[in-house]
Structures are given as C-alpha cells and as structure tokens.
C-alpha cells in the first residue's frame, strides 16, 4: 500500500507524515492538515464482517497512519481502547424503536471525545519518538466542555508532555465545569474564560499562529500541539467507529451486507460528521450523512444555501458541546469540495476572516449533496428526551436528543438510520431530568445525579460520582484577550 502524506488545506509547500502532522496539531500556514487523498478500501470491505472493535480500529487507522509500523499502532490501540472504557464492546449500538443508537460514551469522561482522546497521547508519543523530538510537547486545547476533560485524561502525567485547557466559564454544564476544575495532574492547567468557545478557539489558533512567540517556545525547547479535532490524530480515530456500527448492524441480522445506511451527527466543530464523510468515500455504504444542529444553526443554513455566515446571535443552549459558529473542520470539507485547490480555501477563510461570511461557487456546493441539514430548539430537544424516555425507558442526553429531532424530521428514504450518541445523560443532569419532569426544576446537578439513578435503576457512573465533593485545584478566569499571556505565564513563570 502507497504512503498516504498530508497537507495543509491552505497551499503551505511540502507533505508531512503523519507523524509529523500529529506532533504539530495546526500547519504553520494556519490551515488543516488533510491527507493527500482518502484511502479507498471498497475492495477490502467484506475483511470487517467480523472485526472486533480494536482489530476495527487497525483496520481504519492503519489506512491512514502509514508510517506507523504494525506493532506500533497495535500497542497504541491496545493501551487506548482497554479497561478505560465501562464496557468491552466499546462502543454498544443499541435499536430504539425504529433507529440505533451508537453509545460513543463509555470511555473515562462519559462523552465521544474520549474515542479519540484515549488514543492520541500514544499516537503522539509514538509519533514524537519516530520524529526524535526533543521539545517538550505543550497541548493548548480550546473546548466547549467534553474535550477538556477527555484530553487532561488522556495527557495527564504523560512524560514531556504539557496540557492548558482554556473553556467558557459560563458555557458549560455544572458537571462539565467540576470535572475540569478538579482534575489531578501534575502538568495540567484549566482556565475559563469569560466568552463563548468561539472566543476560547480563536484565541488559541492565534496563539499557535504567533510567529514570536513561537521563536520563544523554541528556544525553550516546547512545541505546541492541539487535542482539538483540528489534529489529524483526533479525526482518524473517529472515522473507525462508522465501520464499527456497519459491522455491527450487519452482525445482528439489521441490514443485508452492502446496504446503505445514513447517520445522523450531533455537530459543532464538524469534526464527527467530517470522519463519517471520511468512512463514506473510503467506500463505507453510507448514504446521508445528516447533520443535526441545535439553535446555533450557522451548518444547517450553509448546507441549505452555501453560504456561511457566522454574523448571527450566539445562544447558550442545553446542548452545549454544540454552540459553536465557527465549524473548524468545514475547511477539511471544503478543501475535498475543491478538489485540493488551496486557494479557493484561502479566499473563503480570508472571506470568514474579514466579513465573517463566504458563500461556495455553484461547483464547490454540488459537493453538498452527501449531507442533510437540520436543526432543533431548546424546547423540541425537551420534547424528544421525554418522549423518548417515556416510550422506550432509553434516556438521551441532550446532544443526543438534538440529532434525534432532527433525524425524525428528515427521514431520508427507508434507510436504516444510526444516531451518534455523543454523551452520558449523566453529563448534562439538570437538563435532562427537567426536560422528564418539572419537579427537578428545584435540585441541582449533584442532587439530581442520584435522582437519576433512581430513575435508570442503576448507579451514577464511576467516572463522577465523587464529583461534587472533590478538591477544586484549577481556580484560574481570563478575559478572551489574555489567552497568550495566560499560556506566557504558565510556560515562563
Ligand atoms: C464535541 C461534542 C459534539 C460536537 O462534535 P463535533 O465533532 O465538534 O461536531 C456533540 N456532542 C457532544 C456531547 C460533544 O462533546
């Protein structure tokens, strides 16, 4: 098999292993990096029938990660997708009334983030190891709750390696907020924000694109690199569970081998619908990828008129992973859209840049037709957690009840249809017990924890039970300007 190279979406000159695009996170030019073209395996697809989740995650991630050797990425899926995860089977699909559910939400900190976040310290280690890096790795990471948490699991106490989370203190759940400010570690840093994670994200992409400052990290021998779904490392990893829920349907008895099935991707960076974009045109028989948003609906009016306009009302929802007008990886679509050409990417991004909007030429939006947009709000997402609950004792988070909505709405066809369930209700307490019944509207988060134990007749996960209770060790609050010189002082005290 051919060496598959990546680039930047942006034109920046010369291809990179993946190694070397994993230990940098963000091209130098400020763009994605992207593989030099998606690996196809339509002639290989009948090898998954029956591929346990982590021979799966070979099968995937080998694809992409060509200069990893065979027992480097086998050690690095083995140490990832262990006894971390509540259950063997990973990731369970689960058929509730007429669609499945794909539980992404069994890892340590009880959301998807996890899939991949169990995996890229190896993936980095090993990488920084092929590479011979010398510097000391700093993970700056931006988050709108659940990719915190999950990358100061995964970073904590990895040797040479640094993590600053910086989220919206007011744009999280309670639950979110305490795992992140009572995480141990002792080359962790958690500080909230006073902006949205728009803010927080922007921020630290200007950090990474510091020229100056980067001739300082150097000097001290740091380097950046990103947890965010910016880096490649996050985004493989994902593409492996689409092949999963496939196998998986075809192995009790759902679809005939070959069928076509359509997901439904609760969305906010568009990282999760981008790696099922990906399994698509790798030759996975999926259809419609439809992307749910919740009121921040900036991805359903692009993919309805191609033009993106983030000049718009930000709102904080109950869905909070998903609030989010400024999609990152839609630029990793877009350079697919274009066929590769850098700078149709370049004048969009200065577009998005400038005037906060851009709109596709009439060639680029054809490219759109894979996808389905839609959207819900606050009080339909209530409406389908209760109804749900009501109808099938299946209890959805709010994100997840967001591409519920949206799925019922836009039935495309008869296919078999998977919904990626992308959190714990156990997250998003308050929400989810409120939208059940109004007599919670009284308890908070901690309360409600055992309220909705009761509920499930079972007990509140081991990742958080003692949440309420721990040791805050992570007190910090900056203004959204002050991100570089919050990374400044915590790198040169
Ligand atoms: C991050 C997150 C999302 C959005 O995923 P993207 O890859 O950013 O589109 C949806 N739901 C939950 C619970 C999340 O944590």
């Not at 593989?35 to 995937?60: Q, T």
């Not at 790696?275 to 259809?287: E, R, T, V």
């Not at 009439?362 to 609950?389: C, P």
Request: with cysteine; glycine share 8%; proline share 3%.
């Amino acid at each position: 098999m051919e060496n598959i190279l990546y680039k930047s979406t942006r034109g920046l000159q010369g291809s990179f292993t993946a190694s070397q695009a994993i230990i940098q996170g963000l091209a130098k030019d400020g763009g994605l990096f992207v593989p030099d073209r998606i690996p196809d395996i339509k002639g290989d697809l009948h090898l998954i029938k029956n591929l346990s989740y982590k021979e799966m995650a070979y099968f995937v991630m080998s694809k992409f990660l060509t200069d990893f050797t065979e027992a480097e990425l086998k050690e690095c899926i083995d140490k990832a997708y262990g006894n971390k995860f509540d259950t063997t089977e990973i990731a369970p699909l689960k058929k509730v009334g007429d669609t499945y559910f794909l539980e992404l939400f069994h890892g340590p900190t009880l959301a998807f983030k996890d899939m991949a976040l169990s995996i890229l310290p190896y993936l980095m280690k090993t990488a920084a190891k092929k590479e011979k890096l010398e510097s000391e790795i700093v993970i700056l990471t931006a988050t709108s709750g659940d990719t915190g948490k999950a990358a100061l699991e995964g970073f904590s106490e990895v040797p040479g390696v640094k993590i600053i989370v910086f989220f919206p203190e007011e744009g999280v759940s309670e639950i979110q907020k305490m795992q992140m400010r009572t995480h141990k570690g002792s080359n962790t840093y958690v500080v909230g924000i006073n902006g949205n994670f728009d803010d927080a994200q922007t921020g630290v992409k200007e950090v990474f694109a510091d020229k100056e400052f980067e001739k300082k990290l150097l000097e001290s021998k740091y380097v950046f690199s990103s947890a965010n779904s910016i880096n490649i490392g996050r985004l493989v990893p994902q593409v492996v569970y689409y092949f999963h829920a496939y196998a998986e349907l075809f192995r009790s008895g759902e679809i005939a081998w070959g069928d076509k099935i359509n997901v439904t991707v609760p969305t906010g960076n568009f990282g999760n619908i981008l790696a099922a974009y990906y399994a698509k045109n790798m030759g996975l028989p999926i259809d419609k990828l439809i992307c749910a948003s919740n009121s921040n609906k900036v991805l359903f009016d692009f993919l309805s008129s191609g033009k993106y306009d983030r000049n718009r009302d930000f709102f904080t929802t109950i869905s909070p992973s998903m609030d989010i007008l400024i999609s990152s990886n839609l630029e990793r679509l877009l350079y697919e859209l274009a066929h590769g050409d850098s700078s149709k990417i370049n004048e969009l991004m200065t577009d998005l840049k400038t005037e906060g909007n851009y709109e596709l030429s009439k060639d680029m939006g054809n490219g759109l037709l894979d996808f389905i947009g839609g959207y819900t709000d606050e009080v339909e997402t209530k409406e389908a957690i209760s109804k749900v609950f009501k109808d099938y004792k299946y209890l959805m988070d709010t994100h997840t009840a967001v591409a519920y909505s949206v799925y019922k709405d836009n039935k495309a066809g008869n296919r078999k249809n998977v919904i990626i369930s992308t959190a714990s209700p156990y997250k998003f307490t308050a929400s989810v017990m409120r939208a059940i019944d109004s007599k919670y509207n009284e308890l908070d988060d901690f309360k409600l924890l055992k309220e909705m134990g009761k509920l499930l007749g079972s007990s509140v996960p081991a990742q958080i039970k003692d949440i309420e209770t721990a040791d805050i060790v992570h007190k910090g609050v900056c203004d959204k300007c002050e991100i570089k010189a919050t990374v400044e002082k915590i790198l040169f005290p």
